[in-house]
């Protein structure tokens, strides 16, 4: 039996593969590098309790796995409940990669939650830009989407049409809840990230769509280092932003003459068939 499970900072999305067929589940998300592993541990073992025994191989593809040594972290904490499972660790990157390009060559970019952006070949990342996280980078995220938004309403540069749409969505929004979230919630992140399904609602009002399409603009300014090399290259992207926002990224793409050719909202469903294949 083998398990697959793509695991951003916000949800993970696990896939297992049985002689059955397949199942698909969620849990929570887990970073390495800003989250703690108790509440996704718990889900977890919730969850596949009758199956842990049987698993022999585990793929984990997760947010915060940037190099060789964070991916033997991840795996001994892992080991903990897949005690007798060969286990893969690799990043989110290399998923959508796999999902996106399966082995052709390409850029791959995520923009969820957090933001990557990587050249693939052969099913691997063959060079990453580090995205630095949410505190010090993440442009174009949903953290960052998010955050740009929360500032300029409570500094009151937001129109008053949106301020009032938001604020009937979200009553209790101050700046201390915005501070309380900032300072106190576990994972901001998250919680801060959350509010893009607002902004994806808003879209359409001149206000909102500029601000995110600068936000759009900020991913690739920078994350991409104009390299001519890379403008011959397929683009595509995965994650909730790159979806919720398909048509801009699009075309900040096309500013730069880049040619983005796919958004997936999710990469499990062609991960799956890329495991399918390739073992």
Same mark, same amino acid.
């Not at 970073?31 to 509440?39: L, V």
């Not at 500032?151 to 937001?158: C, D, E, I, M």
């Not at 992207?237 to 699009?250: K, P, Q, V």
């Given at each position: 039996?083998?398990?697959i499970?793509?695991?951003?900072?916000?949800?993970?999305?696990?896939?297992?593969?049985?002689?059955?067929?397949?199942?698909?589940?969620?849990?929570?998300?887990?970073?390495?590098?800003?989250?703690?592993?108790?509440q996704?541990?718990?889900?977890?073992?919730?969850?596949?309790?009758?199956?842990?025994?049987?698993?022999d191989?585990?793929?984990?593809y997760?947010?915060?796995?940037?190099?060789?040594?964070?991916?033997?972290?991840?795996?001994?904490?892992?080991?903990?409940?897949?005690?007798?499972?060969?286990?893969?660790?690799?990043s989110?990157?290399?998923?959508?990669?796999?999902?996106?390009?399966?082995?052709?060559?390409?850029?791959?970019?995520?923009?969820?939650?957090?933001a990557?952006?990587?050249?693939?070949?052969?099913?691997?990342?063959?060079?990453?830009? +580090?995205?630095?996280?949410?505190?010090?980078?993440?442009?174009?995220?949903?953290?960052?989407?998010?955050?740009?938004?929360?500032?300029?309403?409570?500094?009151?540069?937001? +129109?008053?049409?949106?301020?009032?749409?938001?604020?009937?969505?979200?009553?209790?929004?101050?700046?201390?809840?915005?501070?309380?979230?900032?300072?106190?919630?576990?994972? +901001?992140?998250?919680?801060?990230?959350?509010?893009?399904?607002?902004?994806?609602?808003?879209?359409?009002? +001149?206000?909102?769509?500029?601000?995110?399409?600068?936000?759009?603009?900020?991913f690739?300014?920078?994350?991409?280092?104009?390299?001519?090399?890379?403008?011959?290259l397929?683009?595509?992207?995965?994650?909730?932003?790159?979806?919720?926002?398909?048509?801009?990224?699009?075309?900040?793409?096309?500013?730069?003459?880049?040619?983005?050719?796919?958004?997936?909202?999710?990469?499990?469903?062609?991960?799956?068939?890329?495991?399918?294949?390739?073992?």
């Amino acid at each position: 039996m083998k398990l697959i499970v793509d695991a951003g900072a916000t949800q993970a999305d696990w896939c297992l593969l049985s002689p059955d067929g397949i199942k698909l589940l969620n849990t929570v998300g887990w970073n390495p590098n800003s989250g703690t592993f108790i509440q996704f541990e718990k889900e977890v073992v919730q969850k596949f309790a009758d199956w842990i025994s049987e698993i022999d191989t585990l793929h984990f593809y997760g947010a915060g796995v940037a190099s060789e040594d964070r991916a033997e972290v991840v795996k001994g904490i892992l080991k903990s409940i897949f005690s007798d499972s060969e286990i893969h660790v690799r990043s989110d990157l290399t998923a959508s990669a796999r999902a996106a390009f399966g082995k052709e060559h390409g850029m791959i970019g995520v923009l969820g939650t957090g933001a990557a952006l990587g050249e693939c070949v052969d099913g691997e990342i063959v060079r990453r830009v +580090p995205s630095l996280g949410y505190v010090l980078g993440d442009e174009g995220s949903g953290f960052y989407l998010a955050k740009t938004f929360i500032a300029a309403l409570l500094r009151g540069q937001v +129109p008053e049409e949106v301020k009032k749409a938001f604020l009937f969505k979200f009553p209790d929004f101050d700046e201390l809840r915005a501070l309380d979230i900032a300072y106190k919630e576990d994972h +901001p992140n998250r919680v801060i990230a959350g509010f893009c399904e607002f902004l994806s609602m808003q879209q359409k009002h +001149p206000y909102v769509y500029q601000m995110v399409y600068d936000g759009l603009r900020m991913f690739f300014k920078s994350m991409y280092n104009n390299d001519p090399r890379l403008m011959d290259l397929k683009w595509r992207f995965t994650g909730s932003i790159a979806h919720h926002f398909d048509e801009m990224l699009r075309k900040v793409g096309s500013e730069k003459d880049l040619y983005i050719d796919m958004v997936l909202q999710s990469p499990m469903d062609d991960l799956i068939k890329y495991h399918q294949q390739y073992g």
